[in-house]
């Protein structure tokens, strides 16, 4: 069974322009999650989607920080603009479903590098 | 609020000693509990998880860890550390509608020879 896939695994721009990172979830898994892990910090919920739907996004920056979920599969994360802060990893999950306790498998992450 | 609290930034064990590395948590109800690793440049890995039952649950690569109520913890264990366990280990709670999961900071371990 293939795992969560992200890609790119890094990437380095700099600061004001846009970038966007895409996860592909493991197949039939309805849930999907994004994280971001600063340096020496566990990762922290940014949204969460049930199939199309974004049910959680209460810690997404939403002035700089867009996502979506086409047709329930993929998605992707942007940010317009990048900002120094925003260097980081972007962890993408996804589980079967959003039941609480449900196992989170995630990708490799994203290492993004704002100069 | 939930939060998970894991003590120790890094630590440091000689291959083929044992190890334990310490998570506490705080919720309002019984946890669902997760031990996860990562390894640099990788996504995190389960190692192991609690929902119920026998408060005593193995996981992978030769890992377990016990759920203490009365404590409000979660600790990980191995009895005989290998150099590839060197990595970064994360204790999670899984909480509340959703399935919103609250990690640790990390404890970074270091195995030397």
């Known amino acids: 069974e293939a795992g969560v896939v992200q890609s790119p695994r890094y990437k380095i721009i700099e600061k004001k322009q846009p970038v966007a990172f895409w996860c592909n979830p493991i197949?039939?898994?309805?849930?999907l999650y994004w994280y971001l892990q600063n340096l020496g910090q566990g990762p922290e919920l940014l949204i969460r989607?049930?199939?199309?739907?974004?049910?959680?996004d209460s810690q997404l920056p939403k002035d700089r920080f867009s996502a979506e979920r086409l047709k329930g599969v993929d998605s992707t994360l942007k940010i317009q603009p990048a900002e120094l802060g925003d260097s980081a990893v972007y962890l993408c999950?996804?589980?079967?479903?959003?039941?609480?306790?449900?196992?989170?498998?995630f990708g490799p992450g994203t290492r993004l590098t704002v100069l | 609020a939930q939060s998970v609290t894991q003590p120790d930034i890094h630590i440091t064990v000689s291959e083929g000693a044992s190890l334990e590395l310490r998570c506490n948590y705080s919720?309002?109800?019984?946890?669902?509990l997760f031990w996860y690793v990562q390894s640099p440049g990788q996504g995190l890995q389960l190692l192991l998880k609690?929902?119920?039952?026998?408060?005593l649950v193995q996981g992978i690569k030769g890992f377990e860890a016990e759920f203490k109520r009365s404590q409000s913890s979660f600790n990980l264990r191995k009895p005989s550390v290998h150099w590839s366990d060197a990595a970064e280990y994360f204790c999670?709670?899984?909480?509340?509608?959703?399935?919103?999961?609250?990690f640790g900071t990390g404890t970074s371990l270091t195995v030397i020879p």
């Open positions: 609690y929902f119920s039952g026998d408060t």
């Open positions: 999670a709670v899984g909480a509340g509608t959703g399935n919103q999961f609250y």
């Open positions: 999950a996804s589980s079967p479903t959003g039941t609480s306790g449900d196992t989170q498998y």
């Open positions: 989607y049930e199939n199309e739907e974004a049910v959680d």
């Open positions: 919720y309002g109800a019984t946890p669902y």
């Open positions: 197949s039939g898994h309805n849930t």
